[in-house]
C-alpha cells in the first residue's frame, strides 16, 4: 500500500508532464483528490474540478470541531456510537457538524437488510443506525482529518463506496462497479473486486483501492485482483450524518 506521501509524489510528477503537454498549465484529473496544506500546519484535502484545476484546500476546521471523543464507536451489530442516541448524540453541539456517525458491522458483500439488497440495503441499515447514508471515500476522508475515527479499534475494516478518481501505483483509477462488488450485490471473487479500508492501528485508516474497477459479469475477463475479495469477507458499513446546512 503506497503512504499518502508517496501518492503526493506521484501525482506531482504527473502534473509536472501534463504541464509540460499543455503550455506549462499544471492539470489534473476530474475527480481525484491529494492533500494539502492549512493555515497553522494541518493538513486538508483538496479535489480536482471538471476544468482539470484543483479546487480550495479544505482543513478539518472547515467541517467545525470533532466530536469529544473522536467520533462513535464501532462495536455492535447496529453501533450507532456511545450514550443512548446513536446518531442523533453526534449533532448536539450546535458548533459541531460531524461526518462520520457509527458503523453497521459483520456484512458480507452481498448487502441485505429488511427486503432490500444491495446497496439500498446499506443506505437502510445507515438510516436504521440513525445515520443518513452509506459514507463514500471523501466523506471518509472528512472524518479522518476532523479526528472522528480515532475511537475505531484496531482490526476493524470497512467496505469503501468510492465515487471519485485516485492515484494507484502512479496510475488514476476511476470510480467502478467492479470495485464495489457490483454495487454490493457480488458475493465471488472472479468478477469484481470490493476496496476497503483497514484499521491496522487504532483510529488510522489505510485505504485499499483497485486499480480495474470494471465490471463486465463475463468470467475471466481479467478485472478481479487479488487481495480485494468480494466473497468469503465480512466488513462494517461505515455510515454517515447528512451535509451540513
Known sequence: MRSMLQYVVSLSVALVLLGACDGGAE?????????????????????????????????????????PDGGASDAGALDGGAGDGGASDAGEDAGSCPTYVGAVSGQPS????????????????????GA????????????????????????????????TTVDVGGVPSAPGPGGRCNEWTYIGNALADGEYV???????????????????????????????????????????AAACP
Open 27 to 67: 492539470r489534473c484529473v476530474a475527480g481525484m483528490t491529494v492533500e494539502c496544506a492549512c493555515p497553522g500546519g494541518g493538513r486538508g484535502v483538496q479535489t480536482c474540478a471538471g476544468d482539470g484545476s484543483f479546487g480550495a484546500c479544505e482543513c478539518p476546521t472547515d467541517a467545525g470541531a470533532p466530536a
Open 132 to 163: 443518513d447514508h452509506v459514507c463514500d471515500y471523501e466523506e471518509l476522508r472528512r472524518a479522518e482529518l476532523a479526528g472522528e475515527l480515532g475511537a475505531i479499534a484496531a482490526g476493524q475494516t470497512f467496505w469503501l463506496h468510492r465515487l
Open 110 to 129: 452481498g448487502w441485505s437488510y429488511s427486503g432490500a439488497f444491495g446497496f439500498a440495503a446499506g443506505a437502510a441499515q445507515c438510516v436504521a443506525l
Open 198 to 240: 483497514e484499521f491496522a492501528v487504532a483510529g488510522t485508516p489505510t485505504y485499499h483501492f483497485d486499480d480495474d474497477t470494471a465490471y463486465s459479469g463475463i468470467p475471466g475477463d481479467g478485472h478481479a485482483r487479488p487481495g480485494l475479495d468480494c466473497g468469503g469477507v465480512s466488513r462494517a458499513i461505515p455510515c454517515c
